[in-house]
């Protein structure tokens, strides 16, 4: 069921992780010192290798498009692989697959895995999308590889995601999914457009919660 209401949902109890470490492959987030079997701490020559096969290994299991790998290999500079696994409720896992690098904000693309059944059951999510062609209107977009800054609720199984309109980072569109399935359900939807003529602080968005000052939307109206 999609909710809609003119407050804001509260804080999550539970925070996976800050802006900053969902953006490990920025320059913000250090990358640790690897160590092999024989207790020698590794290069980052043997990281990128050691993470490039476990990359490899993973696209062999779930099988995203070509297009994803290729803007992973032209865009991101740093050593780690690019997946992460987080574990849901009732015997699911997400995998989070990092596409592009961006030049202010990521792509990713997201699978279902449920551990009882194996890979056989590693299904890519499906997300529909809002976006806004000319910076004022809102148009439904069905999308398998989203562009934005995520948050992830593991308690709540939710996936919250800021995309931004622009490099400054002021205006753009905050969604908040349910993840249940093939596909993720639309729970919450809010906006700034159009964009401020004159630049103002960049959006924050924290799990749960979006950016200060921005206009919750009814995907309902936005549909017809």
């Known amino acids: 069921?999609?909710?809609?209401?003119?407050a804001a949902k509260p804080t999550a109890l539970f925070s996976m992780f800050s802006l900053c470490a969902i953006l490990w492959f920025s320059a913000c987030s250090p990358i640790r010192q690897s160590v092999s079997d024989t207790g020698k701490v590794k290069t980052s020559a043997q990281i990128?290798?050691?993470?490039?096969?476990?990359?490899?290994?993973?696209?062999?299991?779930?099988?995203?498009?070509?297009?994803?790998?290729?803007s992973f290999q032209a865009s991101y500079a740093g050593l780690g692989s690019g997946v992460e696994v987080y574990a849901l409720q009732n015997g699911l896992d997400l995998v989070s697959v990092l596409c592009s690098a961006g030049a202010y904000q990521p792509s990713f693309v997201y699978f279902i895995v449920d551990k009882n059944a194996g890979f056989d059951r590693a299904i890519a999510i499906k997300f529909n999308s809002a976006e806004s062609a000319d910076g004022e209107s809102l148009q439904s977009n069905p999308q398998i590889e989203l562009w934005g800054e995520p948050m992830i609720d593991v308690a709540l199984g939710e996936y919250n995601i800021l995309k931004l309109a622009r490099q400054t980072g002021d205006c753009g569109i905050w969604a908040v999914y349910a993840l249940q399935g093939e596909f993720a359900e639309l729970l919450e939807l809010w906006t700034r457009f159009p964009c401020p003529a004159k630049i103002e602080s960049r959006a924050e968005q924290r799990v749960g919660m979006p950016p200060e000052g921005w206009i919750r939307v009814d995907y309902d109206i936005m549909l017809q």
């Open 1 to 6: 069921m999609i909710k809609f209401s003119s």
């Open 48 to 70: 990128k290798a050691d993470n490039y096969e476990k990359r490899l290994n993973w696209r062999k299991m779930l099988a995203w498009n070509n297009d994803c790998e290729e």
